[in-house]
């Protein structure tokens, strides 16, 4: 199994242009999110999704669109980029959304963006 | 306010001291409790996962949970330079239609050989 990847690892973005974060997990697995890192913010949930075609917003999702139209893939949108989406992004997955006590998020290694 | 705190560091010890590390919260429906550590440029990974108060002990690490508090702590004893990461905390509640985790800043470690 490859886990969770994503691509791209780095990237550079004007302000203004858009651009989608690809994540793909082979686990089979129910849940998917999008969490953002920041320098003494940790990290935040930007979307997640519970099973394809449903998905819904976390924290901080102004900004991002996301679908999920099979179970493996999970993208996530920049509509039109702004420095403050400067940031490292994580894609995660875990096979039930409930099963907390008993479940594993697994995470991606990360895309870094820079939007100038 | 946060709703989870947690001392951004750096820590640094020598190898072999217990290193305790802690965060706080303030939302009383945070039922599971976790501890992730991420190396440098790598995605965090799930450590340790207690549910409600108590200790949970795995191999060098304990985890303890004080709900009263709303307090917890993860010990590292006998730590290796291989324990040097930053340490996640992050908490839950089973709220909707799925769970969401908030997590602390992160609290970076080095362990010097």
């Known amino acids: 199994n490859a886990g969770v990847t994503q691509t791209p690892k780095f990237q550079v973005l004007k302000t203004g242009q858009s651009m989608t974060l690809q994540c793909a997990q082979d686990?089979?697995?129910?849940?998917m999110s999008w969490y953002r890192q920041d320098p003494g913010m940790g990290l935040r949930l930007i979307h997640y999704?519970?099973?394809?075609?449903?998905?819904d917003q976390g924290e901080v999702p102004n900004g991002y669109n996301v679908s999920r139209s099979t179970t493996e893939d999970f993208p996530l949108r920049l509509l039109s980029a702004a420095p403050s989406q400067t940031s490292v992004y994580f894609c995660?997955?875990?096979?039930?959304?409930?099963?907390?006590?008993?479940?594993?998020?697994?995470f991606g290694p990360g895309t870094r963006l820079t939007v100038l | 306010q946060k709703e989870v705190e947690q001392d951004p560091g750096p820590l640094s010890v020598p190898e072999g001291a217990i290193v305790s590390l802690n965060c706080t919260y303030s939302?009383?429906?945070?039922?599971?409790f976790m501890w992730y550590r991420q190396y440098s440029r790598k995605g965090p990974e799930l450590l340790m996962y207690?549910?409600?108060?108590g200790n949970k002990e795995d191999g060098r690490f304990t985890a303890q949970v004080d709900k009263s508090s709303k307090y917890i702590s993860l010990f590292i004893r006998d730590s290796q330079p291989s324990d040097s990461a930053t340490y996640l905390c992050?908490?839950?509640?089973?709220?909707?239609?799925?769970?969401?985790?908030?997590f602390g800043s992160g609290t970076q470690l080095t362990v010097l050989p």
């Open positions: 939302n009383s429906a945070f039922q599971y």
């Open positions: 686990m089979n697995h129910e849940y």
């Open positions: 995660a997955s875990s096979y039930s959304s409930f099963e907390v006590f008993t479940d594993t998020q697994y």
């Open positions: 999704s519970v099973g394809a075609g449903i998905t």
């Open positions: 207690t549910y409600s108060s």
């Open positions: 992050a908490m839950s509640a089973l709220t909707g239609s799925a769970r969401q985790l908030t």
